[in-house]
């Protein structure tokens, strides 16, 4: 316990003054001549015990009321966490003191000795409970609260830089009030405070002054991710702990958004307790409403990298908020930014960049739903890197979910290396890669080759980007050890199983099998015909069809005879199966960096009439369905590993960079037009990671301007806006282990009792006028009685 004017404890020096009346006030008996019977009544009254007691007890309650107010003047304070040890033990002292008067007025008025010694025995031991209490409370609780208002304090500001504090209500952002919360609690501290602002960057002691947190706080900027709330707090309380000032307080400046908490760890919740009676945490909350948003979801894209020419479908999700404000329509459109390899650049400070364009619109009413998928197209995509933007056409509180941002790039076909030993096939494969072959037209490149499978041993794979294997036999260790090595390195490999693959059946491994995605078991003779069921219709392979995959007539084209593996590898994904058969017939699957596609049933495949069909995918008039699966395959592995270029933030960007395409020395330009040197180690490039959603453009020089690039987009979850309640938090960070605040009077209150302690003021005072009521009663009673019993009555 604390006083905040302690020299007014003299005034407890007043209590002798009853005291001092009471034993030199009394005047001295007269002798006057009554009758003898009035005397003796007299003296019998005055000398009585009752009469005595309430002598006994007026003086006693003036000592304590004026003992009472002297220390009320002196307005005391407890630490807040003891103030329920205080009022608890208050009122058992006082409830043993009504106990102890019982006992004595049982006394005096010749109650049995069982009634008055029982009220004695038990105000005692109330008493002696409170005692007990008090001395318990105070050695085991927590620091005295400070008296000296200026005294300097340890304080660590955690500032929530989530993406929902962008939320713009009654004009003002959260962010905004954020911030203003923070320079408040920075003036209110004593100059030579130690500070720490966590908001993102290391900080390791309380190195600031508030002067000097303040300019941290208006420097402070959003994140495109959410952050996490109950690492930083933790590390907060922990760097006030080991300063050395005695005040120490922690704050949390916060939305209370329920995103920003998750994955809080039960451990935190008892470190606190060990801490609160040490450091105080207030957690301010600067949320509010957010019923107005229009949110774009994750993007989904059926590619990151397709061949020149190709398409690429971009499926997200917009969501419309409870009471939308605009009406329930919305615009969702695609822009495609133009491929201009000298842009861009920083003129006057801003970023320039090349023009966009809308390539795709869809309109969709939201009356009766709250979620719709979007799907938009961009068509015949030209070599090169290309950026995206989806945006909606809302206007709503929180920009950063109104737009997404993708990447896309359209790779060159690389060569392709055809292995039959039917040369009408082989010729039939390489039209379908290069119809520039059947022209005669040779560019140096080398699109295609054929080969037998006898020549497979002695070929150049490595000119090769893709290889084909028609028809395989079992090959040679050797050989399927060769192709494997291959493929490892980031090129693709197309196996159209046929009659020759009997030869791997039975066999221990090795050969063909190292390339297949699984063991193969046996040819398996549909009757009566089963047809085919594209299963990912998104997947690269079907993109040489366009819109038109939703209207093929899939159950057209009937499948007669298809390998059967057994097991099937564990990363393999079926691309196509037999419908009704739940048997997989075209499969793709990984080999290091490279990557296989398996056809089960052999097309193309001519219908002679001497051999049996496997498919009807080729025995039509018009092929075009076989056609279109076999070039889409081919494109599909043309492209290699697929690069990554579409991040989440906070994520490390990393690159793929062959100096033999590509410079090794890029200028990345951010969104917000800085700019920084990348250079290209051991063939990749580690850019590190990116708080702030939008484009990264990437410039180089290889005798002329190249460009490259990626996006970086926000998780959707970040942006959900749901609020945590108070019992949640409670229930997270532990009951009564800190304090919250939403106004600067309601922190200033909270701050208040959590630094200087709880005034006892109040309550003494009601103890006072308590007092004061009984005194005067007991006065009143007491001199009445004394004046009836003068007057003879």
């Not at 001549?33 to 005397?39: I, K």
């Not at 949390?252 to 606190?272: F, H, K, N, P």
């Not at 495609?336 to 390539?359: K, M």
């Not at 197209?377 to 290309?386: E, Q, R, W």
Request: glycine share 8%; charged share 20%.
């Amino acid at each position: 316990m604390t006083f905040a004017h302690l020299s007014l404890l003299a005034g407890l020096a007043v209590v002798t003054l009853p005291i001092m009346l009471h034993l030199f006030g009394q005047r001295q008996p007269q002798a006057v001549d009554f009758p003898a019977l009035r005397f003796v009544r007299q003296t019998a009254v005055e000398q009585s015990t009752s009469w005595q007691l309430r002598h006994v007890l007026l003086l006693l309650f003036r000592i304590l009321l004026l003992g009472l107010l002297a220390l009320a003047l002196a307005q005391p304070r407890v630490h807040n966490a003891l103030f329920g040890s205080v009022l608890g033990s208050v009122g058992t002292a006082v409830l043993g003191g009504m106990l102890l008067l019982a006992a004595a007025v049982a006394y005096a008025t010749h109650r049995p000795r069982s009634v008055w010694f029982t009220c004695l025995c038990s105000g005692l031991v109330l008493w002696g409970i409170a005692g007990a209490w008090g001395v318990q409370s105070y050695r085991n609780g927590p620091k005295i609260p400070a008296t000296n208002t200026t005294a300097p304090v340890a304080v660590a500001i955690v500032l929530d830089n989530s993406p929902s504090l962008g939320y713009v209500f009654e004009n003002q952002a959260r962010w905004d009030r954020a911030k203003e919360m923070a320079t408040w609690i920075l003036g209110q501290l004593p100059s030579d405070s130690h500070v720490g602002i966590l908001s993102g960057s290391p900080v390791r002691s309380l190195g600031l002054t508030p002067a000097a947190a303040e300019s941290l706080v208006e420097r402070a900027s959003l994140r495109g991710r959410t952050v996490d709330l109950a690492s930083r707090l933790r590390l907060a309380v922990e760097l006030v702990s080991q300063d050395e000032l005695e005040r120490k307080e922690v704050y949390v400046i916060t939305d209370l958004d329920r995103q920003a908490w998750e994955g809080t760890a039960a451990e935190l919740a008892d470190y606190l307790r060990t801490k609160s009676d040490e450091v105080l945490v207030q957690i301010v909350d600067v949320g509010g409403p957010a019923e107005a948003n229009w949110r774009l979801g994750d993007v989904s894209l059926s590619a990151q990298g397709v061949p020149v020419g190709g398409n690429v479908s971009m499926q997200v999700a917009i969501s419309r908020p409870p009471r939308p404000a605009a009406g329930n329509t919305v615009t969702v459109e695609l822009l495609q930014e133009a491929f201009d390899p000298r842009l861009p650049i920083v003129r006057n400070g801003e970023l320039e960049t090349a023009p966009r364009n809308v390539v795709d619109r869809q309109v969709i009413d939201m009356t009766d739903r709250d979620v719709a998928e979007v799907e938009l197209t961009a068509h015949d995509l030209p070599s090169g890197t290309h950026h995206f933007i989806i945006r909606h056409d809302q206007p709503d509180p929180l920009a950063i979910d109104n737009e997404r941002f993708a990447t896309i790039e359209a790779y060159e076909q690389r060569p392709v290396l055809i292995v039959a030993d039917d040369d009408a096939i082989g010729r039939m494969m390489q039209l379908i890669v290069d119809p520039r072959v059947d022209r005669g037209i040779d560019d140096g490149e080398g699109t295609t080759a054929h080969v037998h499978y006898w020549q497979l041993a002695s070929s150049q794979l490595e000119n090769y980007g893709v290889v084909c294997l028609y028809d395989p036999p079992d090959l040679e260790a050797a050989v399927a050890s060769k192709i494997r090595a291959h493929i490892a390195q980031g090129r693709g490999l197309l196996v159209i199983l046929g009659e020759q693959a009997r030869q791997s059946v039975g066999t221990d491994g090795g050969g063909l099998h190292d390339l297949l995605p699984g063991r193969l078991a046996e040819i398996v003779n549909m009757v009566p015909a089963a047809f085919l069921d594209a299963v990912t219709t998104r997947h690269p392979l079907y993109h040489v069809f366009g819109d038109t995959v939703a209207d093929i007539p899939w159950g057209q084209f009937p499948v007669l005879r298809c390998w059967r593996f057994d097991p099937m590898a564990g990363d393999a994904q079926v691309l196509m199966q037999i419908s009704g058969q739940n048997m997989p017939l075209i499969v793709e699957h990984a080999i290091d960096h490279g990557r296989v596609i398996t056809i089960g049933s052999l097309f193309p495949q001519a219908d002679t009439g001497k051999e049996r069909l496997w498919n009807g995918l080729w025995a039509t008039d018009d092929p075009w369905v076989g056609f279109g699966l076999l070039l889409g395959a081919m494109r599909t592995l043309a492209i290699g590993e697929e690069q990554v270029l579409n991040w989440p933030t906070g994520a490390i960007v990393t690159l793929r960079n062959d100096t033999r395409r590509f410079p090794s020395r890029w200028q990345l330009y951010l969104p917000d037009g800085q700019t920084r040197r990348v250079d290209t180690t051991e063939g990749s490039m580690n850019l590190g990671s990116f708080d702030n959603p939008g484009i990264y453009r990437m410039r180089g020089l290889r005798g002329e301007p190249v460009a490259r690039g990626f996006s970086v987009n926000t998780p959707s979850r970040d942006t959900m806006l749901q609020r945590l309640e108070t019992d949640e938090l409670a229930e997270l960070l532990g009951e009564g282990t800190f304090r919250l605040a939403r106004t600067h009077r309601e922190l200033e209150s909270s701050i208040g009792t959590a630094r200087y302690g709880v005034e006892l003021y109040p309550l003494v005072m009601l103890f006072v006028m308590a007092l004061f009521v009984i005194e005067q009663a007991m006065s009143n009673r007491f001199y009445q009685i004394r004046f009836r019993r003068y007057a003879g009555e």
